[in-house]
C-alpha cells in the first residue's frame, strides 16, 4: 500500500497573510504621510482663525495661547471701519466674478475650435497660444498698461475685466484637453440632423462640458480674487481697490495690524473656499478628465 502524502499548503496560500499585513504597512504610512500633509496646511489656517478673534496683545503672548480669551467681532468690525472693506468685497466679487465668467466663454469656444474644428495652421496657432504660458507677466505689463491707457480704461474695472474676455493660454489648454475626451458620435449625429458647428456647441457639447467649465471657472476666479499687481497698476481711488489690496494697508509704518490683517484674511478667505466646497467634485473631475487626455 502507498504511503499517503500530507496534503502540502500552497505558496498562495502561505503567502496571503503576509502580503495582508504588507498591505496594511503601506497603508498605514500613506495615511500617516497625507495626515503629515494635512498638518502643514490646517495649523497655519488655526493659527490665522485663532488670531483674527485675538486682541493685539495676546498674539505674541508667552506662552502662546491657542485660543483668544474671550470671543469676540471687534477685529472684523475694525476692518469694516478702518477701511471701506464693504466696497472692496464688493468689488473684488465683481472683478474677479466677470474674469471668471469671460475666461469660460472665450477658452471654451477657443478650445473647441482647437479641438474640433479643422482649419489650416491649426496646429502652429494652438502652439503659440500654449507658448504665452512661458511668458512672465512682468514682460507684458508695460505694454498692457500703455493699451489700457490708450483706450481710457486707466482707473476702471474694466481694465481688469475685459482683458479675460480675450482668453487664455491656460484656459484654451484645458478646455481643448476636455473636449478632446468627449466621443465625436455626438457630433457626427448633429451634423446628420443638419446642425452647423454653432449649433452642435451650443447644444450638445457645452451641456457635456460643465465639468471642464467649472474647474477653469473656480481657477480664473481664485486668481482674479488674489491678484494683487493688476489693482495697484490701474486702480488710484481707495473706493475701487480690491480685498487683496486692502489686506496690505494694515500693513504699517511702524508695525503691523497682526490681528486686522488676519481678520481680513479670514473674509478674504470665505468666498473661495465656500465655492471651492460647493463645486469641488465638478473641479477634481474636470482637470482629471483633462489631463487624462493626451494630446
Given at each position: 500500500?502507498?504511503p ?15 502580503a495582508?499585513r ?15 500633509a ?14 483674527a ?6 498674539i505674541f503672548?508667552?506662552?502662546?495661547l491657542?485660543l483668544?480669551?474671550?470671543l ?6 475694525s476692518v ?10 464688493l468689488?473684488s466679487?465683481k ?5 471668471a465668467l ?16 479643422h482649419?489650416?495652421?491649426?496646429t502652429?496657432?494652438?502652439l503659440?497660444?500654449v507658448?504665452?504660458?512661458?511668458v512672465?507677466?512682468?514682460v ?23 482683458p479675460?474676455?480675450?482668453g ?5 489648454f ?11 458620435d ?9 446642425a452647423?458647428?454653432?449649433q452642435?456647441f ?20 481664485t486668481n ?5 499687481i ?11 481697490m480690491?480685498m ?5 494697508f494694515?500693513?504699517?509704518?511702524h ?6 490683517l488676519?481678520?481680513g ?24 478628465l ?6
Open positions: 500500500m502507498a499517503v502524502t500530507p496534503p502540502h499548503r500552497s505558496v498562495r496560500t502561505r503567502a496571503a497573510p503576509s495582508l504588507h498591505g496594511r504597512l503601506n497603508t498605514a504610512v500613506v495615511y500617516m504621510l497625507l495626515c503629515a494635512a498638518l502643514t496646511v490646517l495649523v497655519p489656517l488655526f493659527w490665522l482663525v485663532s488670531t478673534f485675538k486682541p493685539f496683545d495676546e503672548a508667552i506662552p502662546p491657542l483668544p480669551s474671550s469676540g467681532l471687534d477685529n472684523l468690525t469694516f471701519t478702518s477701511l471701506p472693506f464693504a466696497a472692496m468685497m468689488n466679487i472683478i474677479a466674478g466677470l474674469s469671460g475666461q469660460v466663454v472665450s477658452c471654451s469656444m477657443a478650445g473647441y475650435a482647437f479641438a474640433r474644428l482649419f489650416v495652421g491649426r502652429l496657432l494652438f503659440v497660444c507658448a504665452t504660458l512661458l512672465p507677466y512682468h507684458t505689463m508695460i505694454p498692457i498698461f500703455a493699451i489700457m491707457k490708450s483706450l481710457g480704461w486707466v482707473n476702471t474695472h474694466t481694465a481688469l475685466i475685459v479675460a474676455w480675450l487664455g493660454g491656460f484656459g484654451i484645458l478646455m481643448r484637453q476636455f473636449f478632446l475626451t468627449l466621443p465625436e455626438l457630433e457626427d449625429a448633429g451634423k446628420m440632423d443638419g452647423n458647428p454653432v452642435i451650443g447644444a450638445i457639447i457645452l451641456p457635456l462640458a460643465q465639468p471642464g467649465m467649472t474647474a477653469l471657472a473656480i481657477i480664473s476666479f482674479a480674487w488674489n491678484d494683487l493688476g489693482p495697484l497698476i490701474y486702480l488710484t481711488q481707495m473706493e475701487q480690491t487683496t489690496v486692502g489686506l496690505t494694515f500693513k504699517g509704518m508695525g503691523t495690524q497682526w490681528n486686522l488676519m481678520a484674511a479670514l473674509l478674504s478667505l470665505l468666498p473661495a473656499a465656500v465655492l471651492f466646497f460647493i463645486a469641488q467634485r465638478h473641479l477634481i473631475s474636470g482637470i482629471s483633462s489631463s487624462a487626455m493626451k494630446g
